[in-house]
């Protein structure tokens, strides 16, 4: 057994304290042979700090496309040459898929915008949505639109909406080679706001944007120092017309070997299955990496691409004995 | 799928639905693959860049010439 798998056997399942940036990179640098035992771990600390319990969401893009940021992975820019068009979905729609996801048996249902941050004419949209969405469908709502205001944090609490994703995306070192237009920083302040607000946070990113493992493991330490409710992991879906979309899909023992260094990290995080699954692991893999420290998926389809139908994933957590979240466990 | 209300029929698509480019310069099979975790974004009849709105559990195409599909 490795020397790092027994730290972390002692330091995080027993004491519940997460791995530090070395401990994180010797996992992800852990050899093959030894990935089955460190995923065995991962989903020990996983049902002990978290238990068996699998939170589901389903997510919608209010806003589609036309954004002014160049986050070099994101089919939504407006300065890439994506076939992405500029779409916003109407209030009875979005009403509609809160419903349908509901119907999923899912908790949380997350509204997205692709903005640099929301304008007046988007505010307003959400105020009469996630209002509609709360007198119709019995659902947890959350958000996601770019960076904010400290007016702009106190106006979603005042809406109901209970947590607030802004993904770092990647490593504070390598966040200039992914987006130039904004600082990481920013959204670091972004997501202070939120969590002095009482919002829940929800902070994660993209593996397989061109960083190292080096940085990979910075990534998961950065993130452990948030100590955000919510950890979303993508692994990068390349995307014609982006300056990341000629890149290779992360392969597949590395991003299992990611979700189990993440849960050491943090481990009583939610940590949810989010983008680009379908590519790097296929069934197989998305079933070893819920053994393996996942307790969060994302069901049905992305926001401008498609995933598995929800009743494969939840096929797939019947067979595997765990339970979803039931929305009275959130409330 | 629905089929866009305003394509003659008998008629065959000129264009890929992924990529834009003529159906007949070449095999399409990687867009095909694509596809299978992607709406269209580009109508085959006309190569217009649709307007597309993904949901959950579903998605609709626009082509303002040749009107809508979904899945």
């Known amino acids: ?331 | 799928m629905t089929v866009q209300p305003t394509v003659p029929s008998g008629t065959t698509p000129a264009w890929c639905d992924r990529c834009g480019e003529a159906t007949g310069d070449g095999p399409h099979d990687a867009c095909a693959r694509a596809r299978e975790l992607e709406p269209p974004r580009y109508c085959a009849w006309c190569r217009r860049r649709m307007k597309v709105q993904v949901v959950p559990t579903g998605w609709t195409a626009v082509c303002v010439e040749h009107g809508e599909v979904r899945a």
């Open chain 1, 1 to 331: 057994m490795p020397e790092i798998l027994d730290q972390a056997r002692a330091r995080v399942l027993g004491d519940g304290v997460g791995l530090d940036e070395a401990g994180v990179l010797a996992v992800l640098t852990l050899p093959d042979e030894h990935l089955p035992a460190a995923l065995q771990l991962a989903h020990e600390v996983r049902m002990r700090w978290c238990g068996p319990e699998v939170e589901v969401e389903g997510i919608v893009s209010l806003k589609t496309g036309g954004c002014p940021e160049d986050c070099h992975f994101c089919s939504q820019s407006g300065l890439f040459t994506s076939p992405v068009r500029s779409v916003w979905l109407d209030i009875p729609s979005l009403v509609e898929a809160a419903k349908q996801t509901a119907a999923t048996g899912a908790t949380e249902f997350c509204i997205v915008a692709a903005v640099r941050g929301p304008d007046a004419r988007l505010m307003k949209q959400m105020r009469e949505g996630v209002a509609a969405i709360r007198a119709e469908v019995d659902i947890q709502v959350a958000a996601s639109l770019g960076m904010l205001t400290q007016e702009q944090v106190d106006e979603l609490v005042d809406m109901g909406v209970h947590r607030y994703n802004h993904n770092l995306e990647t490593c504070r070192s390598y966040f200039p080679n992914v987006v130039t237009t904004h600082t990481w920083e920013e959204r670091w302040e972004t997501l202070r706001m939120v969590r002095d607000s009482g919002m829940e946070v929800c902070c994660g990113g993209i593996l397989g944007l061109g960083e190292t493992v080096e940085q990979r493991a910075e990534f998961a330490a950065q993130l452990a120092e948030l100590d955000p409710h919510e950890v979303p992991l993508n692994f990068l879906n390349p995307r014609p017309g982006t300056p990341l979309g000629d890149r290779p899909v992360v392969e597949g023992k590395d991003a299992l070997r990611a979700i189990a260094a993440f849960r050491l990290a943090m481990p009583r995080t939610l940590l949810r299955y989010a983008g680009g699954r379908e590519i790097t692991l296929g069934d197989l893999g998305t079933r070893d990496g819920l053994l393996g420290g996942v307790n969060a998926v994302i069901v049905g389809n992305y926001l401008t691409t498609l995933g598995r139908p929800a009743s494969d994933d939840l096929a797939l957590l019947e067979d595997l004995k765990m339970p979803v979240k039931a929305l009275s466990a959130t409330l």
